[in-house]
């Protein structure tokens, strides 16, 4: 039985909505902050500093939520009669919990690990609070309708992106090359400057995201969330809503949005849609049979998914590839790479957000990039987490999808069916707060032009679409999920929020029809306090371990881009000094510092070996708090090999000696970097190893050889541009034939 969330009198009850409504409008801002501010903490790199920010945008927005949560959860614990309405994902929750402290215990990176831990339950929490506040279907369709209105600002921004953004950028670049390049630290006429070029002339279109993939995404499931809302507009014509003017306002915003998915050109995504939209279809046409046979349905979309899988591995194990363009080549190097790592961890994964550190450890040398994410969201989860941790997440996902389309229908009580008259009153202040945290004016003004294009008219009306508008939930759901098998979009926080903001509507549409009940108990005074007391000392243990160090982020973008300008470099050293002192779980620190060591002997002109030496001792520790990322061990060989540039003849054996070690530990982690090897074996040479020499050349020669061959093979109608660099080639080419005489 569902309450009228904005009925009664009592003055414990009037407070306890106005609790609710709050903590809605904070779900709800965090889920338009996501969406229309660019976020990609898993993109950072130490190499990218000025990403850097990104790591603390995530935590704290992630912190709202599990404040939020923290707020539900004393709230109700203040009472003497506790309810709770079961989501389906609590045992799901748990075991990814425990899977993913066990996989951070044992991460290479824990500080990336923590990071990515927090971004990933703090939305699940959400949900936890969701199903429990969204006791009435005006707040159902409020959340409803505040996605399908950010669904048209992406849209509106990819327009724009589309039409105008793109073209600007592209003239700036013709005018003035180096404002780009500069910023990022490409070099022209390299590798990263092919593929920059490449990315330009695409005319990618990401919207708010960090891809066209993720935009593509977000539109899938803010068309679902729109497209219910319209079909209850449609079946309560004559019913007492305007018949036409405001079914056609909504169709509008659900062209927008569908307009949307197009401009991003997504093939995933779209593809995705139209399964989505041929299951919704199929429901609107054989809903009953599909009700009466949805079991047998079960087992042959699961045999089917199964057999498709199988034929789809057994394609790439022939061929080398997946069936498909470009993109389909090189996701099959991902998921082979992803499959070597499994296999080398296969209980604990590697440690979330670790992906990236371990993805150079299996990368075939013929790739032409290197990832943080295998581009399937089940590799994603097994590699980084396990099969416990796999199974976790699939449990959290699945079985609410699950009961909402497998559970037994009991029919609604008549307070369920009363469509609330408070929810214009609701639907006016959330659509002003939503629209003020946009990042733009033209944002707001889009968003509230859609928001009462989908809102108006759902004031009253006495049919029930309850089973129409989770059908197309659940249709939304699953098509972002088929999406991601060849993507990582749903990782990205903006779609991963927004996923499970409408996997809590549906548990909440669910749970209107009786299904599940809910679970009320009387806990003692002392169980209530300690409950509480548990929750507060949790939280202060994720503001101690996992918010506070990112707090210094925004200083080390400062450090770095102050360091930059040349203004100072002593204080630079400080204050990375101060914050990997601070974290002793973060590498990032010591590795810039070890490169900013390197940098001020340059400027000295090579006249201070001390600053190698304290160089040596940041990559060092560096190493020691991330150990499979082989850039703090090339970072130890470069500084090695200057040390011996300056020393006499027994010192100089010996940090060339270290060169090598330093060096052969970076190629074990990136055994296909041909940079690497040519370094290794000029040490090698240098230390008269010959036949180690001879290896390292051979071997360079071979992975850039293999990667020119597979860039002819994309891209035939362009000449290759050497990854290892032209000089380096003929080098490697001159030494190895010397050295074979």
């Not at 990032?588 to 006249?607: A, K, W």
């Not at 190698?612 to 560096?622: G, I, P, S, V």
């Not at 891209?715 to 003929?730: C, H, I, M, N, Q």
Request: aromatic share 10%; glycine share 8%.
């Amino acid at each position: 039985m569902t309450r009228q969330g904005i009925s009664s009198n009592s003055p414990g009850t009037r407070a306890l909505v106005i609790v609710e409504c709050v903590l809605l409008a904070l779900c709800l801002c965090v889920i338009a902050m996501r969406t229309a501010y660019t976020e990609s903490p898993t993109a950072q790199t130490a190499a990218l500093p000025i990403n850097l920010c990104d790591n603390l945008y995530t935590l704290l927005v992630s912190t709202l939520l599990i404040l939020v949560f923290l707020a539900w959860f004393i709230s109700a614990f203040v009472r003497k009669r506790f309810s709770y309405q079961p989501c389906g994902m609590e045992i799901g929750l748990g075991v990814f919990v425990i899977a993913a402290a066990v996989a951070g215990f044992f991460a290479a990176n824990k500080r990336s690990a923590i990071t990515e831990f927090v971004m990933l339950v703090a939305p699940v929490l959400m949900v936890v609070v969701l199903v429990q506040i969204l006791d009435s279907s005006a707040k159902i369709k409020l959340v409803l309708c505040v996605i399908g209105a950010l669904g048209a600002v992406s849209a509106y921004q990819c327009a724009e992106q589309r039409f105008v953004g793109n073209q600007r950028d592209i003239a700036q670049y013709e005018r003035d090359p180096d404002s780009m390049l500069g910023p990022l630290g490409v070099e022209p006429g390299s590798y990263n400057h092919m593929l920059f070029e490449d990315r330009l002339y695409s005319r990618d279109v990401r919207g708010f995201f960090t891809t066209s993939n993720s935009a593509g995404s977000f539109a899938l499931l803010a068309f679902f969330a729109a497209i219910g809302l319209f079909i209850e507009r449609l079946r309560n014509r004559g019913c007492g809503m305007p018949s036409l003017a405001w079914l056609v306002g909504c169709g509008l915003a659900v062209t927008v949005i569908v307009l949307g998915l197009v401009i991003t050109r997504s093939k995933g995504a779209i593809a995705a849609a139209f399964v989505a939209a041929a299951m919704f279809g199929a429901f609107l046409l054989f809903g009953k049979w599909l009700k009466a046979h949805r079991r047998v349905v079960l087992i042959v979309c699961m045999l089917g998914l199964l057999l498709g899988g199988c034929a789809v591995v057994l394609y790439g194990i022939t061929y080398g590839h997946l069936p498909g363009g470009n993109s389909m080549l090189v996701r099959w190097q991902y998921w082979t790479a992803a499959a070597k790592m499994y296999a080398e961890h296969p209980l604990t994964g590697v440690g979330g957000g670790n992906f990236a550190n371990f993805y150079t450890h299996y990368k075939p040398a013929a790739a032409l990039e290197t990832v943080s994410d295998p581009h399937n969201f089940l590799l994603t989860m097994l590699t980084q987490y396990g099969l416990p941790g796999l199974l976790g997440f699939l449990a959290m996902v699945l079985v609410p999808l699950y009961r909402a389309a497998f559970t037994a229908e009991e029919k609604p009580s008549t307070e369920a069916r009363q469509l609330e008259g408070g929810f214009a009153v609701l639907a006016v202040v959330f659509a002003i707060v939503v629209a003020v945290i946009l990042p733009d004016v033209s944002s707001g003004i889009v968003f509230a032009g859609a928001f009462l294009l989908v809102a108006a008219g759902l004031k009253s009306g006495p049919v029930d679409s309850t089973n129409i508008t989770m059908a197309a939930l659940f249709c939304g759901l699953v098509g972002c999920l088929v999406h991601n098998i060849i993507d990582y979009a749903i990782f990205e926080p903006g779609v991963y929020t927004t996923f499970w903001a409408l996997t809590a509507c549906l548990v909440a549409l669910d749970a209107h029809r009786g299904s599940p009940p809910k679970l009320v108990l009387n806990p003692a005074l002392t169980v209530r306090l300690a409950a509480i007391a548990a929750a507060v000392a949790l939280f202060s243990t994720h503001l101690h371990f996992a918010l506070r160090p990112a707090m210094d982020d925004p200083e080390m973008q400062q450090v770095m881009m102050t360091v930059h300008q040349s203004q100072s470099i002593d204080r630079g050293h400080d204050m990375l000094n101060r914050m990997a002192e601070a974290d002793p779980l973060d590498p990032v620190p010591l590795n810039l510092n070890g490169r900013l060591y390197l940098q001020h002997y340059e400027m000295t002109d090579r006249q201070e070996p001390r600053l190698l030496e304290r160089a040596a001792e940041c990559f060092r520790a560096a190493a020691a708090r991330n150990p499979a990322d082989y850039k703090n061990f090339s970072g130890l060989m470069s500084t090695y090999l200057l040390l011996a540039e300056n020393s006499a003849t027994p010192k100089r054996q010996e940090w060339l000696e270290k060169a090598l070690k330093s060096g052969r530990a970076a190629v074990e982690r990136y055994p296909g970097s041909a940079k690497l090897r040519v370094e290794l074996g000029r040490t090698a040479e240098q230390l008269r190893k010959t036949g180690a020499a001879l290896i390292e050349y051979k071997k360079a020669i071979e992975i850039e050889d293999a990667y020119r061959r597979q860039f002819r093979r994309m891209f035939p109608d362009k000449e290759p541009v050497s990854r290892l660099g032209a000089d380096k080639y003929t080098f490697a080419q001159d030494r190895l034939r010397a050295l074979s005489k």
